[in-house]
DNA sequence: GAACAACTGTGGAACGTTCCACAAATGACA
DNA sequence: TGTCATTTGTGGAACGTTCCACAGTTGTTC
């Protein structure tokens, strides 16, 4: 009839992409019998299978993801939202649960939104839209009456100690009481009184870091006032104002590492030394601590190890079961800027 | 008849998410006016219009994503491919590159490689599947052979100097050879002649300032030879050894902020002062130069810029312009590590 | 008030898979 | 050789959209 188009024996014309029509037709089989051979199915006879992956392969099919999980109705992916893109702390977790993902043969999409509430949640409606499985939510400051619809719809893992949990979402955290008190403990063995706490923002692991900054120094018996900064220079002001230097602090556990290499600098500038005037105790043991001279002394938490477990919850979750609560223990690795001559 | 479920009129069953049908029968209206409604075209009485999205509203309808881009043969979402999710200067440029597709109107999902260039085709490949409409590639190293065929399917740009461009793909990077020849020229106007370079990976970006600081010392005629050494404990041990110390460098490039950081820490922990027994200059002014002592004298490259035009230009390509080659200007910022007295 | 154009709205066929209820071929057994 | 079970393979209906060719409805104009 004069068709400018291949067209074949079925009225199906084939066009761009090769389809899984394509494969069946050149294999000379129904598509379904494809589709069960790509996905590995029992019931097809060894030969034919190996004939249709031959025609698939040299035909360059790959078999479309849209079409497939709208048929399926799962789409095999999960999703991690990071609440910062440029934190360490954040990628080193995320990096946790995306080689725990590929053990199981799913795989990760990122997004991130800088920290802001507002981008967090489009985010997490984004991921959700394009058809996440599951979500794991990275120390991200989400609301958590969002949180709580999202976990409605599918599975939710928050790493990183939330706001309010809403039971439905599981949970990973750090023990940030121990960790305080780790650090308050070790600064209080090497001889220091005056430890104060240079404190972060008024999210939940800093304010859990506080709070144990608070008993600890009470359980030891260490003399009352119990210093808060909320920045670095006041802090070294404070020992270099006359007036106040006999009762400044000789210690500091600051509540991140980023924060505990500000104050660093600020002490360095200041002339101080490190840990003679001012020892410092940071959070996280990121890479930024080795780099630093002296060394800071931090609390480590197994991030990577904190991702596969993240991860792991979310699969059980995949497959019914409830959500947990994970807590993982903390140890302080100590360097130079509390034990003197130690680089 | 004693169905179990509820059947509406045109013998659509109704259940779990609600679709487009749903939202058609309670709004009394087809299915086609309610996509029509919805993405907003013109050929819609205003009231109508209104009712419908007031309908999805209530029934809280959401497009679904698989079935859009099936039917629509597109998906409106770009793909990031970072080489490494812990490098700051690859996050600094993934986060330019989302905020400008955000308000193009494009949404950006991410994936990255650990360095590892199995993992990046592989990544790369998932992004087709999971079809996206381009890719931007972050200082990938990938093999060229990929990047082409990729880009035979999609317009691909990438980010960073790539080792060999095929000239089907974008590509957008700083200008090496300049950077380098800033970090030599402003050592030498401080009055050293004795310049090394710390280099790094044999990647098309460390090469290129490796040849710019050789091309640099020959133009400024500074003695040879022109030192280079690939780790920092070689070289404070130079400087260290009574053999080679006479003609060891009082100052040196490196290749980028962390490398210059790890030879800060070498330097300091041998006793030298910085900057008067070693400067030292970075590439890439991280935040890590501000938070070491002394400062880092660092290259600084426009991340965010690069993003934004990264994006800009793949837009063009999506429009069917053909790639650009686009190179940026890096500028000295000038700190304590080649500075002294400027912290 | 007939003819025609401009608006509004509709139904059904894609899109490329999977899933399900069957059909056809093969084999086993009496 | 007929019966029945098992293995292989099939066709068509989903999945939830968009797109296209049309059908109604209004309004305008002579």
């Given at each position: 009839m004069g068709l400018s188009q291949t067209r074949a024996t079925n009225g199906h014309v084939s066009r761009g992409k090769p389809t899984i029509i394509d494969v069946a037709q050149h294999a000379g089989v129904s598509k379904s019998l494809v589709s069960l051979a790509l996905r590995g199915s029992s019931g097809v006879k060894p030969e034919t299978r190996q004939h249709i992956l031959n025609v698939a392969q040299e035909l360059g099919y790959r078999s479309n993801t849209w079409a497939r999980n709208l048929a399926q109705g799962r789409s095999g992916m999960i999703g991690i939202l990071l609440?910062?893109?440029?934190s360490a702390y954040h990628t080193d977790i995320a990096q946790g649960i995306e080689a725990a993902a590929t053990t199981v043969g799913l795989s990760a999409i990122l997004t991130h939104g800088h920290r802001d509430e507002e981008a967090l949640s489009a985010r997490l409606g984004h991921m959700q839209d394009l058809g996440a499985d599951g979500i794991i939510v990275v120390s991200a400051a989400l609301n958590p009456q969002h949180l709580a619809t999202a976990a409605a719809r599918l599975p939710i893992v928050v790493v990183?100690?939330?706001?309010?949990?809403?039971?439905?979402v599981g949970s990973v955290w750090n023990n940030d009481e121990l960790g305080a008190r780790l650090a308050v403990e070790h600064l209080a063995g090497l001889g220091h009184t005056r430890i104060a706490h240079l404190s972060g923002s008024p999210r939940p692991a800093s304010r859990a870091r506080l709070a144990s900054f608070h008993t600890t120094m009470t359980d030891l018996a260490l003399p009352e006032p119990h210093q808060v900064f909320h920045g670095p220079h006041a802090l070294v002001h404070a020992m270099g104002d006359p007036a106040t230097a006999r009762t400044a602090p000789t210690a500091v556990f600051a509540s991140n590492d980023r924060r505990a290499a500000k104050l660093h600098a600020a002490a360095l500038d200041a002339g101080?030394?490190?840990?003679?005037d001012l020892a410092i105790v940071g959070y996280d043991n990121t890479e930024l601590a080795t780099l630093l001279r002296p060394q800071l002394t931090s609390i480590d938490q197994p991030r990577h190890e904190m991702g596969q477990r993240a991860l792991h919850m979310l699969v059980d979750m995949l497959g019914g079961q409830p959500p947990r609560r994970d807590v993982v223990e903390p140890r302080l690795i100590a360097r130079g800027s509390t034990i003197p001559n130690s680089a």
């Open positions: 609440n910062d893109l440029s990183g100690r939330p706001a309010a949990v809403p039971d439905t101080l030394r490190i840990p003679e």
